[in-house]
């Protein structure tokens, strides 16, 4: 049954998915403009970028690079623009309609804001590019460790998933059935 929310849910849920899209279209935005000398798409339309050497924040640990990543998650499924544009739309909805279900739980409202930030920024880029803009390459001289370069709509995504799986771990505050 859907669930009377409250100004501060709808607050929380908000604010958390402005406030992470934000924050990834700007790092996107200034990583372009700082790294990024041009962008060319190919006539096959592959993007290519062309950059400056990457900025080492903290050489061998955390370090910026800009490419153009046609795929999802960890580069998979390279050049399925419209299917990703298809499901990121199914998750955006999908998203909002635990929202709606959420009741009082706050921390699961701020997660479920983190989600949409994530679905959105990354959506965003697939209509406006046609691809993903991705900057951060954290241990990179460590490449058979991690070798992806990803973006914060990535990490809220990853970071957002992880606490889900952690929140339905954990044992439910609501009593269960009681035995005589």
């Not at 061998?60 to 998650?73: D, H, K, M, R, S």
């Not at 990490?155 to 957002?160: F, K, N, P, V």
Request: net charge positive; with cysteine; hydrophobic share 55%.
């Amino acid at each position: 049954m859907l669930a009377h929310l409250s100004p501060a849910a709808w607050c929380r849920f908000l604010l958390t998915a402005s406030v992470g899209l934000a924050l990834d279209l700007w790092t996107k935005w200034l990583a372009f403009h700082k790294l990024a000398i041009q962008v060319m798409i190919l006539p096959d339309g592959t993007p290519r970028v062309y950059s400056a050497h990457p900025y080492r924040l903290i050489p061998g640990w955390l370090e910026f690079e800009v490419i153009a990543n046609q795929g999802a998650v960890f580069g998979l499924g390279q050049g399925q623009r419209a299917l990703f544009i298809a499901a990121s739309f199914a998750a955006s909805l999908f998203l909002i309609y635990l929202f709606l279900y959420s009741g009082r739980k706050w921390f699961y409202q701020i997660i479920l804001g983190m989600l949409l930030a994530g679905v959105l920024g990354n959506l965003y880029d697939r209509i406006k590019f046609g691809y993903v803009r991705d900057m951060i390459h954290a241990l990179p001289q460590w490449p058979h460790l991690f070798r992806w370069i990803f973006n914060v709509a990535d990490s809220l995504l990853c970071i957002g998933v992880t606490l889900m799986i952690v929140l339905g771990l954990m044992p439910s505050k609501s009593p269960g059935p009681q035995s005589r």
